[in-house]
């Protein structure tokens, strides 16, 4: 029955349908010893259209709009040779510096569910990220130049401190 699959590149055992916690995929019958595995169905993009007068900036090839398995980014036409993506969706930049590596701003973000976070603009070199809305503000304990509002406390945003900070006097009262 595992014929029909074929035999493992690493060691010419029989390859199987197997399940794991991130689907079907197709592995070697002699797991543990042989670790191979591979995908059920390759995550094909396709192109949808080449945007004409665009440069990629690593390669020189042109970038397309292409369509992949979380949607739709701008890529190059030279994949698999090269890399360079973008996404096609339009960013927010805040008024904050990122306060970790102090170069660049946050952007409001959505990920692939639909949530909103905020990340440094200088992503993959900075990683700074944030679930929060940030506000303005040093944190008391450690002096860390963000906070977040958590409920109805602001919270530091470094994820060291975690410090929630006092509050300060009410002052437009209504009652």
Known sequence: MSDAL???????GALAIKHGKKGAFIGCTHYPE??????????????????????CPECGAELAIKKGRYGMFIGCT????CHHIESNKQQKETRFDCPQCQLH???????????????????????????AEPLA???EACGFKLLYKKGQKRVCADKKCQHVQSEPAQTNDSN
């Not at 030279?78 to 040779?81: D, E, I, R, T, V």
């Not at 639909?114 to 990220?129: L, N, Q």
């Open 34 to 55: 042989c670790d191979f595995a591979k995908p059920l169905h390759e995550h094909e993009e396709s192109v949808i259209k080449v945007i004409d007068g665009s440069v």
């Open 105 to 131: 701003h946050l952007v409001k973000r959505t990920n692939r569910y639909g949530k909103t976070f905020y990340a440094c603009d200088g992503y993959p070199k900075c990683k700074f990220a944030l679930n």
């Open 137 to 139: 503000g040093s944190c």
């Open 78 to 81: 030279n994949f698999p040779a």
């Open 6 to 12: 074929g035999t493992c590149p690493k060691c010419d």
